[in-house]
């Protein structure tokens, strides 16, 4: 048995606890004076963004110059007086390509006060993504790693979605077909999903520089990334590890287009390898496409082409097996890798 004394100690503390415990449930908590004031002005709130995975992210404060890319961390950018593409890009740490290429601005065109322009965090493109496109096919389009992609745009299980905005760290305007959002005078908002209406392809139109090709065909313009070189045609083999290429057939032969814009570097009649009567034009990014075994040629090196415009004619020259044989062996190139043509047809 415990003595007196002991039994009257152990009363008082716990009376104390008690006390303490119910004093410290009503009154409210300390906080100190440097956290309530401070000699620059009130404290901003905290501003959050719910996405759609769960996840909650805390948006950073960006005053009067824009709103904050919930998932590339991109921005928009309201031009002052006195402002260059240059001067906006050396304060962000970009190239001024990358501004005007997000933004489809003519080079040299000047910008005015209180135009919005999209920055992005890195230098490259900003893609939207097409019906069917994968992670994967779209990094091969634009030649960079599929992990670099996705951690720029925190893609998760590599799950995208048709009109979802894509930043491309590293790429550039042409091979992956580089879809902007078109700018109709409405503010502009980032990050947004955008229907097809709201979408417009980079590939400058000139049927001016069609005039005085024979015979003068041309194809109908498709909004993939690279155009169909026949029409009516069919796939009669496929990429693969022994065929670096597709071979696409119209019945009875056809006439041959350029896949995008670009300038001859070669138009070569004869064997050429197997190739027969070839033609290889040369685009942006580092893409070369290549159109074999043709049976006439209307172009010569050194000419512009124009997307969808007439080449040459289909044929079986070079190595082609069969009398009924013909067809177009076409091939894509990015950086000297030759690539499934796929990846930019569909």
Not at 205 to 213: E, I, N, V, Y
Not at 239 to 253: C, E, P, S
């Amino acid at each position: 048995m415990r003595p007196p004394l002991l039994r009257w100690l152990s009363l008082r503390v716990k009376l104390g606890c008690a006390a303490v415990f119910v004093l410290g449930s009503l009154l409210p908590p300390y906080v100190p004076k440097t956290a309530l004031a401070s000699d620059e002005g009130p404290i901003a709130s905290q501003q959050f963004l719910f996405v759609e995975d769960g996840f909650l992210l805390k948006s950073s404060s960006l005053g009067v110059q824009g709103s904050r890319l919930a998932y590339g961390e991109g921005l928009i950018h309201r031009v002052q007086d006195g402002e260059s593409l240059p001067s906006i890009a050396r304060r962000y740490g970009i190239t001024s390509e990358t501004i005007r290429w997000a933004n489809d601005l003519a080079e040299g065109k000047a910008l005015q006060p209180g135009q919005e322009l999209i920055v992005l965090p890195v230098d490259g493109v900003l893609h939207t993504v097409q019906r069917g496109q994968t992670l994967s096919e779209i990094a091969q389009a634009y030649d960079v790693k599929q992990e670099a992609v996705a951690e720029q745009n925190h893609v998760r299980d590599g799950k995208i979605v048709a009109g979802q905005q894509l930043i491309i760290p590293g790429g550039k305007p042409g091979a992956g077909g580089t879809m902007v959002a078109s700018n109709d005078g409405t503010s502009l908002t980032f990050g947004q999903r955008l229907g097809d209406a709201q979408l417009r392809l980079q590939l400058p139109q000139d049927p001016a520089r069609q005039r005085g090709l024979a015979p003068a065909v041309g194809a109908a313009i498709t909004q993939t990334a690279l155009q169909m070189p026949c029409q009516n045609c069919i796939i009669t083999q496929y990429f693969n590890a022994a065929h670096y290429a597709l071979d696409i057939q119209t019945k009875g032969g056809g006439p041959i287009f350029a896949a995008e814009d670009g300038t001859v570097i070669r138009a070569d009649k004869g064997w050429n390898g197997g190739y027969g009567n070839v033609i290889e034009v040369e685009h942006a990014n580092g893409m070369i496409t290549l159109y074999a075994h043709n049976k006439e040629l209307y172009v010569k090196e050194g000419d512009s082409v124009t997307r969808g415009q007439q080449m040459a004619w289909m044929g079986n020259t070079g190595l082609v097996h069969g009398p009924t044989g013909i067809h177009i062996h076409f091939e894509v190139r990015v950086n000297g890798v030759k690539k499934n043509p796929l990846l930019y047809l569909e």
